[in-house]
């Protein structure tokens, strides 16, 4: 077996000792084990020889693939642009509302506060009382106590906000109590913050004018100030220029505190720095770090990583122990001041209600000079009535401007435009608040009336007194404010670089659960979550490479979220990678669909690739990163073998898809691509095909044979998550805190083998897992493809089923069906109690037949659901798949998702009190919902009965018996039909009732028409019909991209009755029914099958004829078969006349055949006996090419073979006694299905005794075929018509009595009904004899039971349509999350190059890694244009075609090609790549990438040059600069460096000098999937090492690598 492993089998005509190679154990012609520079595009199929082959003239024409833009590649140059400017509107109407609505809140804060002044005197508006005079107002006590409480309630309500929250949160889902300590410490901070609070609000702000009180707000950072300094560790980069920043902006923030206190010198305003400090305790936990180097701060951040989990259950008492401690502090403070607290409570009254203003009149000497009192008997006064509402009006300005600053702020954040949306307007908002004030106070001071008509003249702020624009600088320290502004932004300069992932969730972005409405562009800036991960420096990564190994390459996404696993050193930074399994299930899919399934795995290989290639070799750091891998799993893979009935071989759909594999690679690639055959691997199950795809991912077909493991589909599921889950990640040798980590970022994506898709789309679905780590799955929408009317059924029938009902789940509690074809499963979740292990239950049970194996995705999803996990669904993920055509497809695959939906949510709806006590997304009002829509299901035939019954009423005039009648009979036939005939009949019957159903729903349509005319707009059915057409509407112009399926809703209207009434039916019927009813085809049979079955078609032929009529008249005569007739007639088995009768003669040339069979059977015997004598005879040449087993036990088991078989088991069939001797076979080491042609020849490898074993004992354990055992399938089968019937029983009697209630009451409307208020007819008559005028009012009668069912079903709609608009909302922003706009984020020149690299990195890959054009191939589309046509330069690009060259494959090796020749002399070097139209790269571009490409060459270098010392492994020695032929590198073959190292055998690290960082196959450098060509410059491309020999004499030899070589160097 050694000598077997990794190694392919002879071709024909050689043995393993052939030509020279022999000393090596192999020859260069069967060496597959190659270098990633192998060609795709080279055809090697036609035989081994390598070298390449010159294309004859005459055969230089071409056939390249055509592009073909289908299903997820359709152009959507349309949507995109749609988006990009949505986008733009998204970033100033975000940036405009946050910025008002800042301004507007910090504007209304500053106006209540300067209202809370005592005594508060200004000028009043003479404009009502006298132009000649001056007149000053002091507000009354009311006026004040109004103020003071529209301030405790703006600071309460977000409060309040944080109170329910938490109680939802910790009452609905799970909190943690936290340790005494911690929560004593964070109650002391949040009352030290209420508490300044109350002071700043109630004393500071009162005392000083408007404007300080606005600037005065930018130092109310210094505690976070303080702790972000303390928190800098030595492993930031620049961190003593970031201290002396930080030192610099904590003395700014001190001087704010104490500027106006030292001078201005009022007692009162040293409460400022008392009042900012302790609010500034508020923001504290932002800015603590466990790594900090004190301990104090280390301890405070271990308390940080608690609140995390604590924080809600903590905000249940601190919220309302804050708005308590606020109210109580501003009750001190009011009677600090000299007054009755109890004013506050005894005049709300009067200063909510009507009071009066009392305003002065200013004696003229004083000069409008405001006097110290206002008591002089000589002044007069005049009352004026208070404007008592202002202050709601204010309060409701405050609250809803803070409110919507914060939720734009955080949808800012979350659709990741935070820089300009978010950060700019938060820090614009005191600047602008300063210049209005500014602006608003200087007008108001030159003329008291100039604000007369907007705000009452005794409101307004508190202005400096003779203030002027040119005072603001020197006497309101306007010098001293910037440096405030400029030390808090550097304070919060974190909003400025976020780092969050899109749709990030409130915790994620912010560290409180809500804001401070009292100081909104603070709270917005300080409580926005610092991203604590450090920067990843570019010169890490091949440190991190190191500690991956060789199975997956590093990266570090910015989006790991290290709060899943706090204090776990262990688990190291690449267990937080995504890794992304895709588990495809086929079984007879066509050449179509495979094409669509390959192409779209294709695209993710490639975008796989290019994400890899960008952080290897640009240095990027990718946040979307992934590793990749396909998995298909075939059922009933193989079939009987053509030349015996012991061997098996590949089906036709097995071929078909090795087939296609080349043509899906060519079509994504655009250029013609051949693959390398696949690794072929024996395997308890079956078999298993490997390729390597162009991008390096693996693609791994596991072929299953049902005899050796059980087949259909959710066993195939089983098959992937024992595997991948089980067998490869807990059976790894590490900690359990990593395989966590890696379960948790570990997803399979459930596909089937039809299904089209673009790689954004499962991005899409991996954003939604990590935003929430309880998603245990996540789908997309599914688009049905095909033609035909059922095509455009099932078009309208997906789009409402996700437009309004999945939305629905996903909105107000959980999707309960993932489906199978295009699904992302969490490996956690998975892995949970109950879940996979309760996946692998048998059916053993009839209900388990329909709820487990009939929709196995929808019981996957609620084995999850019961487990507290959630399912979401993406609308912006988008799949398609084919659906089904025709009628009868339709029918059978509908048959099996109809009782299995019921089954499911059945078991969802009984088990409903645990689920909903576990799961936190599914409350009661959904399990209501749930209900509804069940009752809905289950009465929906009698419904559509009532309609149809109703309608013929109308449409035809008759009356409601006959209508009743004449719809129940073609009802009760097909029921009938169901229970006798065959399952062809029934669907027959369905489709001419279908038909015919669809032309009266076209009658019934006019005639509901004319109904509505006769009841009018009003009616209960008008309404009802224009609500659900409407809503049907908006959610199509809502869906724009799918806004055409709305245009098949009229096919969708008359498929009523026959999808809603006979399908229903026709599922319930054949609930008994459990076969799969779709791509089904004919199985393959033995000959012993075949004769069997001949055999009892014979004896049925005789049963039937024995039955016929008058039978018995043929008894004791036999059925005449010795007798014939030369004329002869019959009449179906009645009767058979026979003249001219003769017996039949025997067949000579049958008796003859048999002699000849008999004499076969004897020399096979023979030779037989012959061979098992002497293997080394003339039999064994003629099989020197099969591989057999030992000589010794290949004879003992002949010999017992001969001796005990039997006469009667030697003459069984032909393949059974040839000629040859039968080769012994172990499927396991040498099955025939390998030696297949058509399975091309490729590389043979067997499993590790490891996986044999697993998939051994998961066979034993769970996937053991189930024996066809006859008594046991007679006992389910009675089970299941049990069921049936039980089910059908049920079924009919719910809607017989629905409709029996129904239909009486509708009978006796006159003398039951409900008066319907709407659409009242009024009769108006004119009486001519008497003059009299009579008027009556005819109300429409509704029946009770009818009016209950509308309302039902309208309130379903209500529901669905509602959820619709948030999920719209939600799915908007997931999409401009994704757009990117190159010219709103920064324009390109303000970008530096290395960020326009970064920033475009995977673009830049993905093209300079393309296939097309790589060997100077021309675009064959780039004709197009009158003009263009004629020039064209068709015979020069045929005669370049025909010329040889050196053609890349591989996707990596294209971009290193491309990547080498990159420099921004492109007029000298027109070898330099051009990219696509939209990224027009720049000299300056080009520059950048050249520098970027220098650099990590440098880095190689350095690395080389340790590891061609003391650290080789290999026997290199570099005294000159050699090439792989043993000779100085040509001057064509790339610059040379100091380390003496060619650039491409820098980038070259398969045999290159880097490989000791990178790893024999780190990074996906090392390809097995491709053949070996000579490189264009004469040399070869890797370098062939052999390990270090100890013995100095054994040194490296370096040949020249031809062809016919002898492989020296090989390892």
Not at 422 to 451: H, Q
Request: hydrophobic share 40%.
């Amino acid at each position: 077996m050694s000598a077997m492993r990794h190694r392919p089998m002879a071709p024909p005509g050689q043995g393993a000792g052939a030509g020279t190679a022999g000393e090596h154990g192999d020859s260069d012609d069967n060496n597959f084990t190659d270098d990633e520079s192998s060609p795709l595009t080279h055809d090697i199929y036609g035989g081994s020889q390598r070298t390449i082959q010159e294309t004859k003239g005459w055969d230089v024409f071409r056939d390249p693939p055509i592009k073909i833009e289908t299903g997820s590649t359709a152009n959507q140059e349309c949507l995109e642009l749609t988006v990009k400017i949505l986008k733009i509107f998204a970033y100033i109407f975000t940036f405009i509302v946050v910025l008002t609505g800042g301004v507007i809140a910090k504007g209304t804060m500053l106006f209540m506060t300067s209202q809370v002044r005592k005594d508060k005197k200004m000028e009043y508006c003479n404009k009502d009382l006298g132009r000649d005079k001056s007149f000053v107002v002091r507000l009354p006590e009311e006026e004040r106590v109004a103020w003071i409480w529209a301030l405790l309630i703006a600071y309460a309500l977000p409060e309040i906000g944080a109170l329910i929250r938490s109680a939802r949160i910790c009452f609905f889902k799970t909190f943690k109590v936290p340790r005494t300590g911690h929560f004593l410490f964070v109650w002391l901070m949040e009352s030290l913050s209420a508490v300044g609070m109350a002071l700043l609000m109630f004393v500071v702000l009162p005392q000083i004018d408007a404007i300080q009180g606005a600037m005065l707000t930018n130092c109310l950072c210094v505690v976070p100030g303080i702790f972000g300094l303390l928190s800098r560790t030595s492993k930031e980069g620049k961190r003593f220029v970031k201290v002396i920043i930080d030192l610099a902006a904590v003395a700014a923030q001190v001087t704010g505190l104490v500027i106006w206190p030292l001078l201005e010198n009022r007692r009162e305003l040293w409460v400022i720095p008392v009042a900012c400090v302790m609010i500034s305790c508020g923001w504290w936990e932002n800015y603590v770090s466990p790594q900090s180097p004190l301990g104090l701060v280390r301890a405070l951040g271990r308390i940080k990583d608690e609140m995390k989990y604590t924080r809600y259950f903590c905000h249940i008492f601190l919220s309302i122990w804050k708005i308590l401690l606020f109210f109580t502090v501003t009750l001190l403070i009011y009677s600090a001041q000299g007054e009755e607290p109890g004013n506050l409570f005894s005049m709300y009254g009067d200063a909510f209600g009507p009071h009066k203003i009392v305003v002065y009149e200013l004696p003229a000497g004083l000069g409008g000079v405001l006097p110290d009192t206002l008591e002089s008997a000589n002044i007069d006064t005049v009352d004026v009535d208070a404007a008592y509402n202002t202050v709601v009006y204010v309060l409701l300005l405050q609250i809803f401007g803070a409110y919507l600053c914060y939720i734009f702020g955080k949808f800012a954040c979350k659709i990741l435009i935070q820089g300009f949306s978010y950060a700019f307007p938060v820090s614009l908002t005191v600047p602008l608040s300063v210049t209005f004030l500014i602006a608003a106070c200087g007008i108001r001071i030159d003329d008291p009336c100039f604000f007369h008509d907007t705000i009452p003249d005794y409101l307004f702020f508190t202005s400096p007194s003779n203030f002027r624009f040119n005072n603001f600088v020197t006497e309101q320290m306007a010098w001293a404010w910037i440096l405030w502004l400029l030390s808090q932004t550097w304070i919060a300069l974190h909003i400025w670089t976020p780092k969050c992932e899109r749709l990030a969730t409130t915790e994620k972005l912010f560290v409180q659960p809500m804001y401070s409405s009292l100081l909104i562009d603070q709270s917005m800036a300080l409580n926005r979550r610092r991203d604590d991960q450090a920067d990843v420096k570019t010169e890490d990564l091949s440190e991190i490479e190191k500690e991956k190994g060789d199975e997956y390459y590093e990266t570090i996404s910015v989006h790991t979220d290290r709060s899943s696993a706090p204090n776990k050193p262990s688990i190291k930074s690449s267990d937080n990678i995504t890794r992304i399994y895709s588990c495809a299930t086929m079984w007879h899919e066509t050449k179509d669909e495979m094409i669509e399934f390959l192409k779209s795995i294709m695209r993710m290989d490639e975008d796989q690739c290019a994400r890899r290639v960008a952080q290897k070799y640009l240095r990027v750091l990718d946040p979307d990163y992934y590793e990749f891998e396909t998995h298909i799993f075939f059922d009933d893979a193989f079939e009987i073998s053509d030349h015996s009935d012991d061997d098996i071989q590949c089906n036709r759909f097995v071929k078909l898809l090795i087939a296609t594999m080349d043509e899906a690679a060519s079509e994504i690639h655009q250029t013609t691509i051949r693959l390398r055959p696949p690794k072929k691997y024996p395997t308890p199950y079956g078999g298993r095909l490997v390729w390597t795809l162009p991008g390096k991912t693996k693609f791994i077909t596991h072929l299953k044979d049902k005899d050796r493991i059980r087949h259909r589909k959710r066993w195939s599921q089983v098959m992937y998550m024992y595997y991948l889950l089980g067998h490869r990640l807990m059976e790894l040798p590490i900690s359990v805190d990593r395989k966590d980590a890696i379960a948790e970022n570990t997803y399979l994506l459930t596909l089937d083998g039809d299904i089209d898709f673009k790689p954004n789309a499962v991005t899409l679905l991996v954003d939604l897992m990590k935003k929430n780590k309880n998603l245990g799955a996540a789908c997309g929408r599914i688009h049905p493809v095909g033609s035909g009317p059922m095509v455009w059924y099932q078009l309208f029938e997906y789009a409402i089923g996700h437009w309004l009902q999945k939305a629905t789940e996903h909105m107000i509690g959980c999707v309960l069906c993932s489906p199978g074809c295009f699904s992302l499963f969490r490996g956690k979740a998975l892995m949970d109690d109950n879940v996979m292990k309760k996946y692998t239950t048998r059916s053993d049970e009839a209900r388990h037949y329909v709820q487990y194996d009939q929709g196995e995705d929808r019981w996957l999803c609620t084995l999850l659901l019961q487990r507290g996990y959630r399912v979401e669904y993406s609308a912006a993920s988008d799949a398609y798949t084919h659906c089904p055509e025709g009628f009868n497809e339709f029918y059978n695959q509908r048959r099996r998702w109809v009782p299995s939906t019921i089954a499911n949510i059945m078991d969802l709806l009984a088990d409903a009190k645990r689920t909903i006590k576990i799961n936190d997304n599914i409350s009661l009002l959904y399990i209501f919902y749930q209900m509804m829509l069940m009752g809905g299901t289950i009465l929906g035939p009698g419904t559509i009965f009532l309609m149809l019954v109703g309608a013929f009423v109308a449409a035809f005039r008759i009356d409601n018996w006959t209508s009743f009648h004449y719809n129940i009979v073609p009802i009760l036939a097909f029921m009938f039909i169901c229970f006798t005939c065959k399952s062809n009949i029934q669907l027959f019957v369905a489709q001419v009732l279908s038909t015919a159903y669809a032309l009266i729903m076209m009658a019934v349509i006019v005639g509901t028409a004319l109904q509505l005319g006769e009841d009018g707009i009003g009616s209960p059915s008008a309404i009802f019909l224009i609500s659900m057409v409407g809503s049907f509407f908006i959610a199509a112009c809502l869906h724009p991209q799918e806004f055409w399926c709305i245009t098949c809703g009229l096919i969708y209207l008359l498929s009523i009755p026959s999808m809603y009434l006979l399908l229903i039916l026709y599922s319930i019927i054949n609930l008994n029914v459990v076969s799969w009813g779709t791509r089904e085809v004919v199985a393959k049979k033995t000959k012993k099958e075949l004769e069997a079955e001949k055999k009892a078609t014979e004896e049925a032929k005789k049963r039937v004829k024995q039955k016929s009529m008058l039978s018995f008249l043929q008894s004791g005569i036999g059925d005449n078969g010795d007798e014939e007739g030369s004329v002869e007639f019959s009449l179906a088995g009645l009767f058979r006349c026979i003249f001219c009768t003769h017996g039949k003669t025997s067949d000579e040339k049958q008796q003859l055949t048999s002699i000849a069979e008999s004499l076969d059977t004897i020399k096979t015997r023979m030779d037989t006996i012959e061979s098992a004598v002497d293997p080394h005879g003339h039999h064994a040449s003629r099989h020197g090419r099969r591989r057999t087993t030992s000589s010794g036990s290949k004879d003992h088991h002949l010999l017992t073979s001969v001796a005990e078989k039997s006469g009667d088991e030697s003459d069984e069939s032909d393949s059974d006694t040839s000629a040859e001797p039968k080769q012994e076979r172990d499927f396991l080491t040498n099955p025939y299905w390998i030696e297949d042609p058509d399975v091309r020849k490729g590389e043979v490898d067997f499993l590790s005794s490891t996986e044999i074993q697993f998939w051994k004992d998961l066979i034993d354990q769970y996937l053991y075929p189930i024996d066809n055992d006859p008594v046991e399938q007679a006992r389910i089968a009675s089970d299941l018509i049990e069921l049936r019937n039980k089910s059908v029983f049920a079924f009919f009697m719910a809607n017989a009595l629905f409709v029996l209630i129904v239909f009486l009451l509708q009978l006796n409307k006159d003398k039951l009904h409900i008066v319907w208020p709407l659409g009242v007819k009024t009769n108006i008559t004119y009486i001519e004899e008497t003059s009299e005028v009579h008027i009556s009012k005819e109300y429409l009668q509704l029946e009770p039971i009818g009016l209950v069912f509308v309302f039902f079903f309208a309130l379903i709609l209500i529901i669905q349509f509602t959820a619709m608009l948030f999920h719209r909302f939600g799915t908007i922003s997931h999409i401009l999350a994704s757009t990117e706009l190159n010219f709103c984020k920064k324009k390109s020149e303000d970008l530096t190059q290395d960020q326009l690299i970064d920033k475009h990195a995977v673009e830049i890959v993905k093209n300079l890694q393309r296939l097309q054009g790589i060997d100077g191939d021309y675009d064959n589309d780039s004709g197009s244009g009158p003009d263009r046509i004629a020039r064209r330069k068709t015979i020069q690009n045929l005669e370049k075609a025909r010329q040889p060259r050196r053609q890349i494959g591989t996707l990596d090796v294209a971009f290193k090609k491309r990547f080498l020749k990159l420099t921004a002399d492109a007029e000298n070097n027109p070898a330099t790549p051009i990219l696509t139209r939209r990224l027009t790269m720049r000299a300056e571009t080009i520059r950048a990438l050249e520098v970027r490409k220098n650099s990590v060459m440098a880095e190689r270098r350095k690395s080389a040059m340790q590891t061609l010392g003391a650290k080789n492994e290999y026997g290199i020695t570099t005294g000159a600069p050699i090439n792989n032929n043993g000779a100085l590198p040509n001057q064509r073959s790339g610059r040379v460096s100091n380390a003496g190292i060619s650039i491409k055998d820098v980038f070259n690290v398969n045999g290159g000098a880097a490989e000791q960082i990178y790893g024999s196959n780190g990074g996906g450098t090392i390809n097995q999937g491709y053949e070996h060509v000579i490189d264009e410059d004469g040399d070869g491309n890797s370098l062939r090492l052999t390990t270090r020999n100890p013995h100095p004499h054994h040194q490296v030899s370096w040949g020249q690598n031809t062809n016919g070589g002898n492989g020296t160097g090989r390892l």
